[in-house]
């Protein structure tokens, strides 16, 4: 059974028909659709309490002001955060990554011969922001590469020392599915060098895992909304308040300042400081809700369920000779495939698939260059699973995948 069905959640989307088929959504790496639950959410929000925070006194300020802080609070426990003053509202994973690059960069935090160790598995959010920075501020930057893109811990481990101030790196690739085991690899490089700062992009990992941060130890966690339930551009930074506090902020205007004179501005203290301008309160509401809706579920239900539908999916496609699968594919795949039909140009695929059988896959680079050229191509279909799909929906793909090898061969 689906777990949406279980836990009585609605998607409409999913009532849609693409030409004369039902829709098959497989692109929840990109953005999972929205629950009517959430959608009521935001417009109850937007009707009823909508105006600006923290700025007026009046009733619905005063209402927003309290959801905004009530979502941190959330979040807080969502994480297991040791406070909500960590918990900072972005537009996405993207913004929450330029924003501590650039915060840290601006901040003196790089002395002469530190290093930020980066990997090819990374989104490109992930890796430009870095690159970008040590270009303009004269930091090192290095580059681990993933032999045919898969990431290897203890050949990655060699790459720390202690000249390493820094390590970005995914907890779950967009590309491969490849689950890292974050809270090891962070044990064992604070072991190596207990100064080296490490942030981990989550945007793939936290839709379908819990987080503990207390007991993860890493410095910044970064992810966005709308790949959990979430409307779009909201997103979170998690940082250790030590360090935030250490930060300057690089979004100046509203909302950030203490005081502002002729000559100079004071700032606001966490999480404020790093907030400049009005917050998207749509987003807020709607992340809220789906907090809840994810927390009524459980980690371990939706880790579960996904898990199985990901070794179900690996096991099926690898039985079809005209497909070649990308990633490690054993456990640590988790909620997506990547994959080419021999000689067949995935944008072909995909387009075919939506149109002849209503399945919706991602194709292209998927925002990871770097790790393309390690698997030795330029592109890829990727099919990727949440909680309203099941074995159906990767035997409709299964099928579909026959239908346009077919057509295309
Ligand atoms: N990192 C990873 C691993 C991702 O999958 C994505 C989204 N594709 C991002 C970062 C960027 O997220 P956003 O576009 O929401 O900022």
């Known amino acids: 059974m689906l777990l949406s069905q279980k836990f009585d959640l609605e998607f409409p989307s999913l009532k ?24 009521n959410r935001v417009y109850e929000y937007s009707l009823n309490h909508r105006s600006n925070v923290h700025r007026s006194s009046h009733t619905l300020a005063a209402e927003s ?8 609070d959330l979040l807080k426990d969502f994480l297991n ?38 990997n090819s598995l990374e989104h490109h959010a992930n890796f430009v922001p870095w690159q970008q920075i040590g270009k ?68 793939q990992y936290v839709p379908h895992h819990e987080i503990n941060l207390k007991e993860l130890n890493a ?7 709308h790949k959990m339930l979430a409307p779009g551009g909201i997103g979170i930074l ?3 308040k030590k360090i935030l506090n250490d930060m300057n902020p690089f979004l100046f205007g509203g909302e950030m300042i203490d005081q ?15 907030e400049a301008g009005t917050p998207n309160m749509e987003g807020i509401s709607g992340l809220n809700e789906a907090i809840k809706i994810i927390d009524e579920i459980g980690f371990d239900l939706i880790s579960d369920h996904i898990s199985d539908i990901t070794q179900y999916a690996i096991n099926k496609l690898n039985k079809l000779d005209f497909i070649e699968l990308y ?28 149109d002849l059988t209503g399945i919706a896959i991602r194709s292209g680079h998927h925002c990871a260059q770097l790790i393309m050229k390690d698997i030795g191509i330029q592109s890829s279909c990727r099919a990727s699973f949440y909680i309203y799909n099941d074995k159906n929906d990767v035997d409709k793909l299964y099928n579909g995948l026959i239908k346009v090898w077919e057509w295309l061969k």
């Open 260 to 274: 502002v004179d002729y000559e100079d501005t004071s700032f606001n203290i966490l999480p404020y400081k790093f």
């Open 81 to 118: 955060a040791s406070s909500s003053k960590e918990i900072i509202f972005t537009k996405g994973t993207t913004e929450s990554i330029n924003l501590v690059a650039y915060s840290l960069a601006i901040s003196n935090f790089f002395n002469d011969g530190d290093e930020i160790l980066l």
């Open 136 to 203: 303009n501020f004269n930091i090192n930057t290095k580059v681990f590469k993933n032999k045919d893109g898969i990431f290897n811990e203890s050949e990655y481990l060699n790459n720390i020392n202690k000249k390493t101030r820094l390590v970005a790196i995914t907890a779950h690739s967009n590309v491969t599915g490849q689950i890292i085991d974050i809270k090891d690899l962070i044990k064992k490089i604070k072991n190596i060098n207990e100064k080296t700062l490490i942030l981990i992009d989550a945007a």
């Open 16 to 39: 849609r028909n693409i030409n004369e088929n039902k829709l098959v959504y497989l692109d929840s790496a990109a953005t999972t659709l929205l629950p009517k639950r959430v959608a």
């Open 65 to 72: 002001t309290l959801l905004l802080e009530e979502t941190r």
């Open 327 to 354: 990633g490690p594919k054993d456990s640590s795949q988790f909620g997506i495939i990547s994959f080419n039909l021999k000689n067949i140009h995935p944008h072909d695929v995909s387009h075919l698939l939506n």
């Open 238 to 240: 998690w940082g250790k």
């Open 219 to 225: 410095d910044f966690v970064a992810f966005s909304g």
